[in-house]
């Protein structure tokens, strides 16, 4: 089983940076590709970065030039350092891994950015 763990969530004012991290504390795997998802109350969730096995990185124009993800494969660990926080950029955050055929979620972790 996958069990992925999140940390790094918490309120930070606006222009400042916070760093998530999430990794699988399950049984052994392969995590193929890994991503940071939020959702806010009353919008759907949309991707805010993609970072494949090898290391390709996919952003929306939303977070683009702000947010970075990366990822330690013999940790299976991936991570999001956000900058330039925003207000708008306050959600919760889930940690998303594609193991084989199958999709898993972390708990999320709530960000809150004050303007």
């Known amino acids: 089983q996958v069990q992925l763990v999140e940390s790094g969530g918490g309120l930070v004012q606006a222009g400042g940076s916070l760093r998530l991290s999430c990794t699988n504390s399950?049984?052994?795997?392969?995590?193929?590709?890994m991503a940071w998802y939020r959702q806010a109350p009353g919008k759907q969730r949309e991707l805010v970065a993609l970072?494949?096995?090898?290391?390709?990185?996919n952003y929306p124009d939303s977070v683009k030039g702000r947010f970075t993800i990366s990822r330690d494969n013999a940790k299976n660990t991936v991570y999001l350092q956000m900058n330039s926080l925003k207000p708008e950029d306050t959600a919760v955050y889930y940690c998303?891994?594609?193991?084989?055929?199958?999709?898993?979620w972390g708990q999320g972790t709530q960000v809150t950015v004050s303007s």
């Open positions: 998303n891994a594609k193991v084989d055929w199958q999709y898993y």
């Open positions: 399950g049984s052994i795997a392969r995590i193929d590709t």
């Open positions: 970072i494949s096995r090898g290391g390709r990185t």
